[in-house]
């Protein structure tokens, strides 16, 4: 047996030895003399009876650890993790009741057989509810288990420029040796098409998640704007091309509707010879990603309200059903004009209709929350995690999570506390410690419920610095 899977031994022998130990005990002389207390069970049933409780105990127990100790690895091992719990309660219903109607009818005639098989049934109906919720929330991991694995084509990769001439520091590619290892992919023949839809294309701005992002300008109006592309004709299930369209104006839309003074706009989406794209505001000025290292850290008076105005802005998305999925350091600006800006809603998702996932990630893994990383849905709340991520690595110059390599990473995410603050800061309020703790807890119910309540407490940081 693999060592991996040495938690099943124990639990294993014991079920196998209290159901063979049942009937060999049973069988004593002494066991007349045995009872259940507080029932008319007594003899050789309640020896037998003892023993299969005791088995479906540990059933239950192998359940629990089942559930702890199978990979959440977004297939079949995932699957399993989310219906082992119902399934062995369900089992344990079924076989213990058979087993009370066998051996403990005593018991069952002092609490009444109609009251006994009343509750047998809502129990049954209750688990085997639960079982079936729980396989068809989960029934797309079952599909991944049996689904071929893609062949993956060799992407081109293209070196990272040292320093980007893009004013919108979305397009910047991840700057620590982790996040460099992700490949950007270049399409096309390198050359930038004329137009795009109704917008002229002036120039080549730089990379960013979807792809290439360009500078165009809307002639009927004589706007600027950012226009960022993504390939909509490389997929490895070529029958699923119209399906992942829809799903790229989709997740373009529910963008596009978002209207607040600290989110980029989006004004248009369309698609071009197999082109998708994105016209955006284009936004002038730096991204938080400059004052993300020592020496040149942002004063706190200046980065406390930056921060909560960014959880504002996404307390605003989040009641509008957007979650951004890729909050870090180089999509935060300040513009020149000193207001915020969240850039790239929805970018991640839509880059990730894209099944050819050499050349796209998710999310900028050191931001990553655990249940994104585990493959989970989610919600605003893994945008708080984010936010905690970046609010940690302004204050201190680090990010709360580092490692040698993406896997590493990864499971210290999912894993390891973050480093106390205090530590790397003692002179700040406590406060900002019990902020960052509570915006970087792994288990959801002890995270933040909204971004509101981070923004709330950020503005409470800053009294906290003029006291």
Not at 315 to 322: D, K, L, N, R, T
Not at 369 to 396: H, M, N, W, Y
Not at 426 to 452: D, S, T
Request: charge should be neutral; proline fraction near 7%; include cysteine.
């Amino acid at each position: 047996m693999s060592k991996s899977l040495h938690w099943i031994i124990p639990h294993a022998s014991g079920i196998l030895a209290a159901l063979l130990l049942g009937p060999l005990l049973s069988g004593l002389a002494w066991v007349e003399f045995f009872s259940i207390p507080l029932t008319a069970v007594t003899g050789a049933n309640a020896v037998r009876l003892v023993s299969q409780g005791v088995a479906l105990g540990l059933l239950m127990a192998l359940a629990a650890s089942a559930y702890q100790q199978l990979p959440d690895n977004g297939r079949g091992s995932s699957f399993l993790r989310t219906i082992v719990l119902p399934s062995a309660a369900l089992a344990v219903v079924i076989f213990g009741g058979r087993t009370l109607r066998t051996l403990g009818s005593p018991f069952i005639d002092q609490i009444g057989l109609s009251v006994f098989a009343q509750g047998y049934t809502i129990m049954l109906v209750v688990l085997g509810l639960w079982l079936t919720i729980a396989w068809l929330r989960h029934l797309e991991l079952l599909r991944n288990t049996f689904a071929p694995e893609p062949v993956k084509r060799k992407p081109v990769r293209t070196p990272v420029p040292e320093e980007s001439p893009v004013t919108d520091d979305s397009a910047e590619i991840a700057a620590d040796p982790v996040e460099k290892s992700i490949a950007v992919v270049m399409n096309g023949n390198g050359q930038p098409p004329a137009s795009l839809g109704r917008y002229k294309i002036l120039k080549e701005l730089g990379r960013g998640a979807m792809g290439l992002v360009y500078l165009g300008k809307d002639p009927t109006i004589q706007r600027f704007v950012a226009i960022k592309t993504m390939r909509l004709d490389e997929f490895e299930e070529p029958d699923k091309v119209q399906e992942i369209k829809a799903r790229f104006f989709r997740e373009a839309e529910s963008a596009g509707r978002l209207s607040h003074p600290n989110i980029v706009t989006i004004y248009d989406a369309g698609e071009q010879d197999e082109l998708g794209y994105i016209a955006m505001e284009l936004v002038e000025g730096q991204s938080l990603k400059n004052w993300s290292r020592k020496p040149n850290l942002m004063p706190l008076p200046q980065m406390v309200p930056t921060l909560a105005s960014v959880a504002e802005a996404l307390e605003y998305a989040h009641q509008q059903g957007v979650v951004h999925r890729d909050i870090k350091p180089a999509n935060i600006m300040i513009t020149k004009e000193r207001l915020v800006k969240v850039m790239d809603f929805g970018i991640a998702k839509m880059a990730s209709s894209n099944k050819t996932q050499t050349d796209i990630v998710l999310g900028t893994p050191t931001y990553m929350s655990p249940e994104q990383i585990a493959g989970k849905k989610v919600d605003g709340r893994s945008d708080v995690f984010s936010v905690g991520v970046v609010l940690f690595e302004l204050l201190t110059g680090q990010p709360p999570f580092t490692a040698d390599n993406l896997s590493a990473l990864l499971f210290a995410i999912a894993h390891h506390p973050h480093p106390d603050l205090h530590t790397l800061r003692p002179e700040l309020p406590p406060i900002f410690q019990e902020v960052v703790n509570r915006a970087l807890q792994k288990e959801l119910p002890q995270r933040y419920r909204r971004a509101g309540e981070l923004a709330q407490d950020l503005r409470d940081c800053l009294h906290s610095l003029a006291a």
